[in-house]
């Protein structure tokens, strides 16, 4: 049972109540194929098309423009959450499409950029790496992100090419300064037109011979990255990211090592990879269970599963990203979110653990979101959680069990590891008079301990 909720919980975003209650029994490799066969059945998200404008624009319309196409950014942002939360929604698309969304990390100004892009990594997301890394070269928000617009013959710009080899491939230590500089002339004329798609300016590529990895041609981009992809070094540093992500931040050399070969030997296939990852005994090994500080968008859609929240007010939902430090299409730097213990400091360690609570009690948060700790606006940090929960699924199941029970049960519901808090110290602090107050009251004790935050 434990090693089903640690399953959904790094597969996926958790168990709702009432998927709890279907899957708790399965054996893993029902989990497993289970999980594979949903993941299958892609849908595009669908999202914002592109305003062209057909004439000069005035400052004010520029401005109104950029809002609107915020505006559209932010509408992507809100309905990928509830996907996550959503049980109606495959748990391992979504998952793989969080992770390499923070792998390719890319700030989308556009709504129509940001859908593509989202779209383009949901299609190859449990793919083939290297369709999807000659995906992400011809990604429009990419190019524009990396300046590729301005990567031509006569004056190379090396931002993509660098990135694509120290951050989205191989790492650092496995190529030289010359391999950077050789790579972006392979990559010249890769550009996009008004409307957002991708063209290839021919004009503008360097058509000449290059030298990379000490081999030399006349080498285009999709031929760099067939190159960087024969080095089983960026097996290797794919395989440690995906480690890191998905089984522990402290990584263990030789289980790597077999997630590396796996991957390399496939051609890399990254179904194959991540099979192999869920079906290895080490993964539910105890030290890799319960080590993983959630993500705020992971903990959002965890919470939004477990108590089926709604929120009222959408601005509700991108305060608390703006708050916890992650905000979707808006990452740090290209690097993307660090994750681990940075997710946890002082101005998110208090919301994290009350979350449950303002939720609970529709409370104001009188917090600072991290980007307001920096703005000029600091004072105008006081916000609602408008949202709404939905406690009768977690009703339903504890119906008729004793008090005993119910804290059993509700703890293999929302965590991966028992709780070390007593519960006969739990339960002197809940004045409940009747069973489903009993459940409430629990159920926001039991999401606002630490144990909660990790998965």
């Keep these: 049972m434990a090693n089903i909720q640690h399953l959904y919980w790094r597969a996926g975003f958790g168990l709702s109540p009432q998927q709890w209650q279907e899957k708790k029994d399965w054996p893993i490799s029902m989990a497993i194929d289970d999980l594979f066969l949903a993941a299958g059945k892609k849908v595009p998200v669908k999202g914002a098309t592109t305003t062209i ?178 080095r089983r070094e960026t097996a290797h540093f794919i395989a440690t990211k995906v480690y890191r992500y998905f089984v522990n931040p402290k990584v263990n050399a030789s289980q790597v090592q077999q997630l590396a070969n796996v991957f390399y030997n496939s051609n890399y296939d990254i179904s194959r990879m991540m099979r192999t990852l869920f079906e290895a005994d080490w993964f539910y090994a105890p030290e890799n269970i319960g080590v993983k500080i959630k993500s705020p968008v992971e903990l959002m859609a965890g919470i939004t599963r477990d108590l089926n929240v709604y929120f009222r007010d959408t601005r509700s939902l991108l305060f608390l990203e703006r708050s916890l430090g992650q905000v979707l299409f808006n990452p740090p730097n290209v690097a993307g979110w660090p994750g681990g213990r940075t997710w946890i400091d002082n101005s998110t360690l208090m919301l994290r653990l009350n979350l449950a609570s303002y939720l609970f009690n529709n409370a104001s948060v009188n917090l600072r979101a991290k980007d307001d700790l920096k703005a000029s606006s600091r004072g105008k940090a006081f916000k609602r959680l408008a949202a709404e ?57 039991l999401l606002s301990l630490p144990e909660y935050q990790t998965c």
């Excluded at 009768?392 to 005993?404: C, D, I």
């Excluded at 519901?413 to 339960?427: A, G, M, N, R, V």
Aim: glycine share 6%.
């Design 53 to 230: 404008p057909k004439k000069r624009l005035s400052d004010e319309q520029r401005v109104a423009l950029r809002k609107e196409n915020e505006k559209k950014v932010r509408k992507l942002n809100l309905d990928w959450v509830y996907r996550m939360g959503n049980p109606q929604y495959s748990d391992l698309l979504e998952r793989m499409s969080l992770f390499w969304h923070g792998h390719f990390a890319c700030r989308s100004r556009l709504g129509s950029l940001a859908t593509a892009q989202l779209n383009t990594i949901r299609e190859h997301a449990l793919g083939n790496f290297r369709s999807l890394a000659q995906a992400i070269a011809k990604d429009v928000a990419m190019i524009r992100y990396l300046n590729n617009q301005q990567n031509k013959k006569k004056q190379p710009n090396e931002n993509f090419a660098r990135e694509l080899m120290e951050l989205f491939t191989i790492g650092r230590g496995n190529y030289t300064e010359q391999d950077v500089k050789e790579a972006a002339r392979a990559f010249t004329g890769w550009s996009s037109n008004l409307a957002g798609n991708f063209v290839f300016r021919s004009f503008q590529h360097d058509y000449g011979k290059k030298t990379f990895f000490g081999k030399t041609g006349k080498y285009n981009g999709d031929d760099i990255i067939d190159m960087i992809l024969e």
């Design 389 to 445: 929960i939905d406690l009768e699924p977690v009703v339903e199941m504890t119906t008729g069990q004793s008090e005993k029970a119910v804290f059993d049960t509700l703890c293999s519901l929302f965590f991966t590891q028992k709780p070390k808090l007593d519960q006969q110290f739990i339960h002197q602090q809940i004045k409940a008079t009747t069973p489903a107050e009993y459940v409430g009251e629990l159920t926001l004790k």
